[in-house]
């Protein structure tokens, strides 16, 4: 079927007809110029012209300010009961001249919680819960409106007319023509509805169209034509239109197609006069029809056409609608969007946080760890440094406690050649010893010499000698013959305590000349020393009288200095000849290189 | 007549020289002089042959004495006992010496060369040389090294490297020009370890300046090119040296 006929809405307080409404406008307006701008009397005129004027004149734009001005005064002045209609209006031109209907909502809110928060106006409040629901109901939100309706119903007599009126209109958008036509008759039998004959009229009309969906032509007929004289008594011009679409579906139900055409091109005129679409359209669409019935296929065709393109039209609108809601949906989305990314953001910056603080304390260990680490690796080189440091001293000490050792003796030969008054003696002597003192000297210095060295101090050294004690011993020295001298590394004058005990000790009581073989030569990865001579015992005694030579003593420290720095094994030992034949010192040492 | 001029504050040294003069007493013909000042007025009146300078003259020095003189047309011998800095300083600059107390043979050979005039051989630059070792500036470094005719003198700074061959020491400059001398490489060690030269091998001391690359296998490339061999014993510390360079 192609005649879908729109409802028309009942609304809160329904009742004159276009003249009576234009005529109230008019004084009002005239009203509302004489009175003071802030008086609640003006507030209260102010909002009755904003509803008047809506209905007289849906299109007029200049509306929302004039109501807008209402609030800010109510506001001003502290008068809840305008505040509350004011935002009332506000929600009624917004969902009426704008199609808005979200923003009628948001302002229905605001008037429902003025209404809430003050006791005195709480009645107030169910014409507003009647607005919010013919929204869910052009919302298509059938079963909240219905729920909206039946609760205004409930609490609220005045208004139980136009919510029955509203059930009925809602179960015939639901299709539900047995419920809509229940509610129809219920609020034609409701008392109010005998003294407003529009609002009869318009029931009237409604009900025709269930009866002629539900397949009863014959009362559908009856009904129209109730709903026609109604409106012919009373000049009731703005529900006309419809009840005429109406009429002509009745009509064409019941096969009087005359009628039906007729209705119908009265009602085309009159929605071209007001402009109204909806009602264009479906006089189109049932005189397409009408048109097919009577077999007139080109107007049919035609009217067809007609119909088709007003549908298009209108559902465009719809789709203004639609596109409205989806706007809402899409500004909705993107706030909870904003809201989640916000969230997600605020969750990924604690993760971050979280994370960075964790990465930084795994750092921050692991970089403690490898302090301590290398701290400790410092700490030992530096104790590693210290203790090396700690035996060049005392090596250095030790060698130089050799140095006054062997000054003495040396300066009591001098006086010896003094006593003598060997003067030439002395000279050379002393010229001797200088050099000696001076390679002492130098080569104290150093913790290592080259083993040629070494060799020329052992040289010097038994020349001075000699020449000291002319004939009481002969020496040699042998060196291997593979030993590279000035290769091999020897710590300075460490044989010399040894040689000095065999000629001050060994051969100062022996009658025959004593003989010294000092001996170098390679064993393994070891340099062996040896001091070998033929002197009475005890030259380099260290068990005997008890007393050790200071020259033996400060030699085993050496030894045993230079043992740990070289992780070595080098030793000394000192053999005592058999029958009081002479003494053997050898001295072990790792064979060290310098190149 | 050959005059010989005895620097010294300390008459027992004077009185030892002269006593080792005795013997040439025909052909040397002495003069003393106790003090710096007498010492500087006496050269340049006397015009001596030959000078045993002492370092010690009271609170002045034999170099006193040398910087005061603008002739020095003598063969020069410096007079010390221990002072090991004027020791070096002499053998960088090829002076002769002579420690106290004098061994006679010393004294015997350091005379017998001035009298052979080898040592008057560019005697006002070899001057130079010492005292530029003995003053704390920081002036060109020089060495004196002597040769068939006379004495070579070589910036510090422009010897890449020294090789031993047994006795002597071969020296090269950057230049590439060679020099052997009559002393083992121990001598040249000696005097240049403090001059950025490191001994990285038995026959080799090299100049760390010079040094191009090194190879962990033990190789070192100078500027020149020449790959040279440092020995295991040295490399630690020869890397050392290197990165404090």
Redesign the interface.
């Known amino acids: 079927m192609k005649g879908g006929i729109l409802f028309f809405l009942l609304l809160v307080c329904f009742s004159a007809n276009t003249q009576e409404l234009q005529k109230r406008l008019d004084s009002l307006s005239v009203l509302i110029g004489t009175m003071p701008a802030d008086d609640t009397a003006t507030i209260n005129l102010r909002n009755d012209y904003i509803k008047q004027a809506l209905f007289s004149n849906p299109a007029d734009s200049t509306l929302t300010e004039f109501a807008q001005q209402t609030l800010e005064t109510a506001e001003k002045t502290g008068y809840h009961k305008g505040v509350l209609f004011a935002y009332e209006r506000l929600a009624l031109i917004s969902q009426y001249s704008f199609s808005n209907p979200y923003k009628a909502l948001d302002y229905y809110h605001k008037s429902l919680s003025v209404a809430e928060n003050n006791p005195g106006l709480n009645s107030c409040k169910w014409g507003i819960t009647g607005g919010i629901a013919t929204i869910y109901y052009e919302q298509e939100e059938y079963d909240m409106a219905l729920r909206s309706f039946k609760e205004i119903i409930l609490n609220n007599k005045d208004l139980e007319l136009t919510a029955t009126a509203n059930i009925a209109n809602v179960y015939g958008a639901m299709e539900k023509v047995d419920s809509a036509i229940y509610f129809y008759k219920k609020a034609l039998q409701h008392p109010q509805t005998e003294q407003n004959p529009a609002f009869k009229a318009n029931l009237y009309s409604n009900l025709s169209l269930m009866y002629e969906k539900a397949g009863n032509a014959a009362l559908a007929v009856t009904t129209a034509e109730k709903s026609l004289a109604l409106i012919n008594a009373h000049g009731i011009e703005f529900v006309r239109p419809t009840a005429y679409a109406n009429a002509s579906m009745a009509y064409l139900g019941a096969g009087d197609y005359v009628k039906a055409e007729y209705y119908a091109r009265e009602s085309l005129q009159l929605g071209e006069l007001q402009g109204n679409l909806f009602l264009l359209k479906s006089a189109w669409g049932t005189l397409a029809d009408v048109f097919a019935a009577k077999n007139d296929y080109k107007n049919a065709l035609q009217a067809h056409i007609r119909y088709s393109a007003l549908k298009d039209s209108l559902n465009n609108q719809n789709r203004r609608v639609e596109i409205n809601r989806k706007q809402m949906e899409f500004d909705f989305e993107k706030e909870r969007a904003f809201a989640q990314t916000e969230i997600a953001r605020q969750n990924s910056i604690k993760k971050a946080t979280l994370l960075g603080g964790l990465g930084l304390l795994v750092v921050s260990a692991l970089g403690f760890i490898l302090y301590k680490r290398r701290r400790d690796a410092l700490e030992q080189k530096k104790e590693a440094e210290f203790n090396a440091l700690v035996s060049d001293t005392e090596l250095k000490a030790l060698r130089a406690q050799i140095n006054p050792h062997f000054i003495f003796n040396s300066l009591n030969s001098i006086g010896d050649y003094i006593l003598k008054n060997d003067n030439k003696s002395a ?1 050379d002597y ?2 001797k010893f ?2 000696l003192m ?1 390679t002492v ?1 130098e080569n104290s210095e150093f913790k290592e010499i080259p083993l040629s060295e070494e060799l020329k101090f052992i040289e010097l050294y038994l020349q001075v000698e000699t020449k000291r004690l002319p004939g009481k011993f002969s020496y040699i020295i042998n060196v291997e013959n593979e030993l590279d001298t ?2 091999i590394l020897v710590p300075p004058l460490l044989l010399q305590p040894f040689i000095e005990n065999s000629i001050w000790h060994g051969f100062r009581e022996k009658e025959s000349q004593g003989n010294i073989v000092i001996d170098f030569k390679r064993k393994d990865n070891m340099l062996l020393c040896s001091v070998d001579d033929d002197g009475q015992g005890g030259s380099n005694n260290t068990t005997g009288a008890g007393k050790k030579s200071l020259g033996i003593a400060i030699t085993e420290n050496r030894i045993k200095i230079l043992n740990k720095q070289k992780n070595a094994s080098g030793k000394l030992q000192i053999l005592q000849k058999l029958n009081n034949t002479g003494t053997r010192v050898e001295v072990s040492l790792p064979l060290q ?3 | 007549m050959i005059t010989a001029a005895i620097i010294e504050d300390e008459q027992h040294s004077t009185d030892r020289i002269l006593t080792l003069l005795e013997p040439y007493a025909e052909k040397i013909k002495t003069v003393c002089f106790t003090t710096a000042d007498e010492a500087i007025q006496g050269i340049e009146t006397l015009r001596p042959d030959i000078v045993f300078l002492d370092v010690h003259l009271h609170d002045k020095t034999g170099f006193d004495v040398l910087s005061g003189t603008a002739h020095h047309n003598f063969s020069l011998i410096f007079i010390t006992a ?1 002072e090991q800095y004027a020791i070096k300083a002499f053998r960088f600059s090829a002076i002769d010496y002579l ?6 043979n010393d004294f015997k050979n350091a005379l017998q060369k001035a009298l052979d005039k080898v040592q008057q051989n560019q005697l006002d630059e070899r001057i130079g040389v010492l005292l530029s070792h003995l003053s704390t500036e920081n002036s060109v470094r020089k060495i004196s090294i002597p040769t068939k005719d006379g004495y070579s003198l070589l910036n510090i700074s422009d010897i890449a490297r020294c090789e031993a061959d047994v006795n002597y020491t071969h020296i090269f400059t950057l230049g590439g020009i060679k020099y052997t001398i009559s002393k083992p490489l ?1 001598y040249f060690e000696g005097l240049l370890v403090s001059h950025g030269f490191f ?1 990285i ?2 026959s080799h001391l090299i100049n760390l300046s010079f040094v191009k690359s090194y190879a962990k296998s033990g190789y070192v490339t100078l500027l020149d090119n020449t790959k040279l061999d440092v ?1 295991i ?2 490399r630690e510390a020869f890397v050392k040296a290197c990165k404090r360079l």
């Open positions: 000279q002393l010229i200088a050099k001076r000297l000035e290769n290189n310098a190149f | 221990y420690l106290k107390p004098i061994d006679a121990k001994r091998h038995n020995s014993r040295k």
